[in-house]
C-alpha cells in the first residue's frame, strides 16, 4: 500500500489535535494490537526528528474498532520547534510486527504572533 498524501498545518501557541481514521471501502480497519509513531523532520535524511508523536507517549492514540487515529501535541512543545516547514510520515505497526506507512507529507509549523 503506498501512503496517502497528507499535509498538515501546526500553529505555535495552541494545542494540536487531528482525527484520522483508516477505513477500506468504508470499513473502518480494526487496529486491535497496532502501536503507531510519527516523524517530522527538516529532510527524510536529517537525523533529528524536530517533532515526534507515538503510542507510547500518548500523543498518538488508537481506538481499536473504529479505525481511529487520534493525534495530539502541546503549545509547549510546538512552540519549542522551530517555525518553518518540515516532511512526516505516520507509520502503523501490527501487532505481528508489519509495518504501514499510512500518511505521509509535509507538515508545516506556523509561527505565533501573540505573546
Do not use: C, H
Not at 494540536?16 to 481514521?21: E, M
Not at 487515529?69 to 501487532?95: F, W
Request: proline letters at 2%.
Amino acid at each position: 500500500m503506498t501512503a496517502g498524501l497528507y499535509n498538515l498545518t501546526l500553529e505555535q501557541g495552541v494545542d494540536f489535535s487531528q482525527v484520522l481514521v483508516w477505513s477500506n471501502s468504508g470499513t473502518a480497519m480494526n487496529l486491535t494490537g497496532y502501536t503507531a509513531k510519527m516523524q517530522a523532520r527538516k529532510s527524510a535524511d536529517n537525523p533529528t526528528a524536530a517533532i515526534s508523536f507515538t503510542t507510547a507517549d500518548s500523543t498518538i492514540l488508537i481506538t481499536p474498532l473504529t479505525g481511529t487515529i487520534a493525534l495530539k501535541q502541546t503549545s509547549t512543545v510546538l512552540d519549542a520547534v522551530q517555525a518553518g516547514t518540515y516532511v512526516y510520515d505516520l507509520e502503523l505497526t501490527s501487532a505481528g510486527g508489519v509495518v504501514t506507512r499510512l500518511i505521509a507529507g509535509t507538515l508545516t509549523l506556523t509561527a505565533s504572533v501573540t505573546r
